[in-house]
């Protein structure tokens, strides 16, 4: 069975597109969607696609059964839109993360996806990372015992002004669901402090768990560094990108090397949605996944703005 997919956006990844199609046998891009039609165009001739489209709406209108299923890489406050009309149109979807403005927004996406019986997988990347993965493993193996603390640092470039709730809507987001998915369980207790440019969010698990996520978007060149560490009761593990990534201190400001890791975390992405639609199963990192991490990081901005810590009660956070 091939999947034939639409990409939507995305136009700073097409060459990590470009690099992942030959190595999904099972995976094809037939059309690729940009409002600048010479954006699309040549994102369209990089991955042997033979549709264009400067609009989703006009994709469906003049190309409806040419396609299975869309990846959604807009900008965050159109992907909701786009991803409901996708679903309404029977088109299994993949958007990139964060999954959608708010958690209501995302829960709206989940409904329609629902309804038209298509899949829908949020792409949290860090969890596709290969280190990642093998701390997973070491805990699902009981190699590390229960999980205790864990400690996740992402370090990137200073490129704008960006308020810290938007640090956290967009990219500590990610680092969130990481969390949730190594304690296998959501936070019952959320807190967050920040200053400029910088995010920290602390995380409280109901079996005594902890989590330590910060976000800095101070680094002087390079586009980032990321580590994890977790202690669990038996065990303990660490990954970084140190192998992606290497920092150079010789005096003033630090720089970041660049050795390039390539994109096994989006190969890995795609290979499991597709899997997900041919098996007619739930993808891992699901919408429920998306809304999810949604929700705690509204609580950590609450946080942010309250200067107090939340607690989860019947469902939700609440100032205590």
């Not at 999947?3 to 990409?7: G, P």
């Not at 990590?16 to 099972?26: D, G, M």
């Not at 995302?106 to 829908?120: G, Y």
């Given at each position: 069975m091939m999947?034939?997919?639409?990409?939507i956006g995305g136009g700073e990844n097409a060459a990590?597109?470009?690099?992942?199609?030959?190595?999904?046998?099972?995976l094809v891009f037939v059309a690729v969607v940009d409002p600048e039609p010479d954006t699309a165009k040549h994102i369209a001739v990089s991955l042997d696609a033979s549709i264009t489209a400067n609009s989703l709406d006009g994709l469906l209108d003049q190309h409806l059964d040419a396609f299975d299923a869309v990846?959604?890489?807009?900008?965050?406050?159109?992907?909701?839109?786009?991803?409901i009309r996708s679903a309404e149109a029977g088109k299994h979807v993949l958007v990139a993360s964060p999954l959608a403005p708010s958690a209501k927004a995302?829960?709206?996406?989940?409904?329609?996806?629902?309804?038209?019986?298509?899949?829908?997988m949020t792409g949290h990347s860090l969890r596709f990372m290969p280190s990642q993965q093998e701390?997973?493993?070491a805990l699902t193996d009981g190699k590390l015992g229960e999980p205790g603390l864990l400690r996740i640092h992402r370090w990137t470039e200073s490129i704008d002004q960006s308020s810290t709730d938007d640090i956290v809507m967009s990219q500590t987001v990610d680092g969130i669901d990481l969390a949730i998915w190594l304690f296998d369980g959501m936070p019952t207790e959320v807190y967050a402090i920040s200053r400029p440019s910088y995010v920290q969010v602390h995380l409280g698990f109901a079996d005594g768990g902890m989590a330590l996520i910060d976000d800095a978007r101070t680094l002087p060149s390079g586009d980032g560094y990321f580590s994890l560490s977790l202690i669990g009761s038996t065990g303990a593990a660490y990954a970084d990108d140190h192998h992606n990534r290497n920092l150079l201190f010789r005096g003033g400001g630090p720089n970041a090397i660049e050795t390039d890791q390539g994109s096994i975390h989006l190969t890995s992405?795609?290979?499991e949605f597709v899997a997900a639609i041919e098996e007619q199963r739930e993808p891992a990192a699901n919408g429920v996944d998306g809304q999810t991490?949604?929700?705690?990081?509204?609580?950590?901005?609450a946080s942010l703005e309250s200067r107090q810590a939340l607690r989860m009660i019947g469902g939700s956070y609440e100032l205590v």
């Open positions: 999947t034939r997919l639409a990409l990590s597109f470009t690099t992942v199609a030959p190595r999904l046998p099972n990846l959604i890489f807009e900008s965050s406050g159109s992907r909701a839109s786009l991803a995302a829960e709206d996406i989940i409904s329609a996806c629902r309804s038209a019986n298509v899949r829908l701390v997973k493993v992405q795609l290979q991490a949604l929700q705690v990081a509204e609580a950590a901005v």
